[in-house]
């Protein structure tokens, strides 16, 4: 497959060994970046790295390279920072597809440790990563910051619960008005929001999805290809927001 559309652009994805993610990371590479992707279980980043064979795209370095960490750790995410600059040489586009939720979500059986560990990954983990890759992009006056959020952001639905539902409008917060900040410099900040997707973390639901209802929601690569979409785009336009759900799912 030859790369097009990205060449010469670099990506750095967070959560990117599995789901959304990795669906980013094997889309971004397949366009021609140069992808790094960043978690906390190195056996799931070492599977997502090697969905691109470096062959396939006629490379002799591996196509999508990794590095553990834990956006929610600052020290951890400096590190990240560290190598994942030496790695790429810059960072163009970063995505922030880390997240998490947990299977007690009524605020009435929600431990507060989950909610500091919801908001910590979430939202501090968005803030961490942005914090870090903004002196950059500020300083070439250019750069793509990609924020996957949720619909949970949009309306306080039962469903996500109250936790997740705080950290993704946290999440989209500060994206919002980071963009704001920082839109005469050059850097473009998407907050993108999916309903329901076919993701590891349907595993945490209070009530298990089966294989029916997870074939007609939408699948990682459907994300991807947004996120493919808005990077495509010339520096001059900017998708503040994307919405993107299954068919049979009501927005409201």
Same mark, same amino acid.
């Given at each position: ?7 010469? %652009? ?20 397949? =366009? ?5 992707? $960043? ?21 002799? *370095?591996?196509?999508?390279? /990794?590095? @553990? ?9 400096? %590190? ?22 947990? *299977? %007690?979500?009524?605020?009435? =059986? ?25 002196? *950059? ?26 936790? /997740? ?11 919002? $008005?980071?963009?704001? =900040? ?13 309903? =329901?997707?076919? $993701? ?8 298990? @999805? ?29 998708? $503040? ?7 049979? *799912?009501?927005?409201?």
């Amino acid at each position: 497959m030859t790369p097009t559309g990205l060449n010469g %652009k670099t990506a750095l994805i967070t959560g990117g060994g599995s789901g959304i993610g990795a669906a980013c990371a094997v889309a971004l590479a397949r =366009e021609g970046c140069a992808v790094a992707i $960043t978690g906390r279980r190195e056996a799931r980043l070492e599977e997502a790295a090697a969905l691109v064979p470096k062959l396939e795209l006629g490379n002799e *370095q591996p196509a999508i390279k /990794y590095f @553990v960490s834990d956006v929610g750790d600052r020290d951890s995410v400096a %590190k990240l920072f560290d190598w994942a600059n030496g790695e790429l040489g810059r960072i163009d586009i970063l995505v922030n597809s880390a997240g998490v939720n947990t *299977q %007690k979500r009524l605020f009435a =059986e929600l431990s507060p440790e989950d909610w500091d560990k919801l908001l910590r990954i979430n939202a501090t983990g968005a803030f961490n990563t942005m914090h870090a890759v903004l002196p *950059q992009m500020r300083a070439r006056k250019d750069g793509l910051i990609v924020n996957v959020a949720s619909i949970a952001g949009l309306r306080c639905g039962l469903l996500g619960g109250v936790a /997740y539902n705080a950290s993704k409008f946290a999440m989209r917060a500060l994206g919002l $008005t980071v963009n704001n =900040e920082f839109c005469e410099e050059g850097i473009r900040v998407t907050m993108i929001h999916p309903g =329901e997707v076919d $993701t590891p973390i349907l595993d945490d639901r209070p009530v298990p @999805v089966g294989p029916e209802h997870r074939a007609r929601i939408l699948q990682p690569e459907d994300v991807a290809a947004a996120v493919v979409m808005v990077a495509k785009l010339p520096p001059r336009a900017n998708v $503040t927001e994307l919405t993107i759900k299954p068919t049979t *799912q009501p927005f409201s």
